[in-house]
T-cell receptor, first 116, second 116 residues
């Protein structure tokens, strides 16, 4: 099956720093990638939809200037958490949609961010 | 508006018992897809099943079975002869549209604990 990777898998940073998370589709091309956030013991919530070559679409309540998304190629989308604070500590999961007629969606393994 | 409800927050069963996880959804779309994912402690989402709105046939895969009832907007998941390895959080999700590749709306999840 299709594989989506995320890097890093785990990151701990100091408050005020910026953190970049990469999401890659390894064996297929994806014009669309989704970024989800999951707080401890809660559900996954969509943060934004990332489209290759265009601006991301953010869900209501998600600050686009804080969560910068870049989808520069058909296999890579990045999420940068700028000036991270402890309340940004969460599990970030991306998914990628392939270009096939069915357009299946595949999830990455997630990135656990801890902001001290 | 779309919504996925998993009323059971936590369930505990003794090994070898059968267990059913409930999922009720709401959508105005006539075409949509329903999913079940398993999330073990590692955090990675494990895809279990995808079902489109036009296919109400129940499905069985090994010890897993799914009961899709459009009349009650439910998509329940049954594990037969549960095992300790089944312990995880299980999410039901909805994707609106005809491909099932749009963003997913997740339920709040059901934490299943199988006691040896």
């Amino acid at each position: 099956g299709a594989v989506v990777s995320q890097h890093p898998s785990r990151v701990i940073c100091k408050s005020g720093t910026s953190v970049k998370i990469e999401c890659r589709s390894l064996d297929f091309q994806a014009t669309t990638m989704f970024w989800y956030r999951q707080f401890p013991k809660q559900s996954l919530m969509l943060m934004a939809t990332s489209n290759e070559g265009s601006k991301a679409t953010y869900e209501q309540g998600v600050e686009k200037d804080k969560f910068l998304i870049n989808h520069a190629s058909l296999t890579l989308s990045t999420l940068t958490v700028t000036s991270a604070h402890p309340e940004d500590s969460s599990f970030y999961i991306c998914s990628a949609r392939d270009l096939g007629p069915v357009g299946e969606q595949f999830f990455g393994p997630g990135t656990r961010l801890t902001v001290l | 508006a779309q919504k996925v409800t998993q009323a059971q927050t936590e369930i505990s069963v003794v090994e070898k018992e059968d267990v059913t996880l409930d999922c009720v959804y709401e959508t105005r779309d006539t075409t949509y897809y329903l999913f079940w994912y398993k999330q073990p402690p590692s955090g990675e989402l494990v895809f279990l099943i995808r079902r489109n709105s036009f296919d109400e046939q129940n499905e069985i895969s090994g010890r897993y079975s799914w009961n899709f009832q459009k009349s009650t907007s439910s998509f329940n998941f049954t594990i037969t002869a549960s095992q300790v390895v089944d312990s995880a959080v299980y999410f039901c999700a909805l994707s609106e549209g005809r491909t099932g590749a749009n963003n997913l709306f997740f339920g709040t999840g059901t934490r299943l604990t199988v006691i040896p």
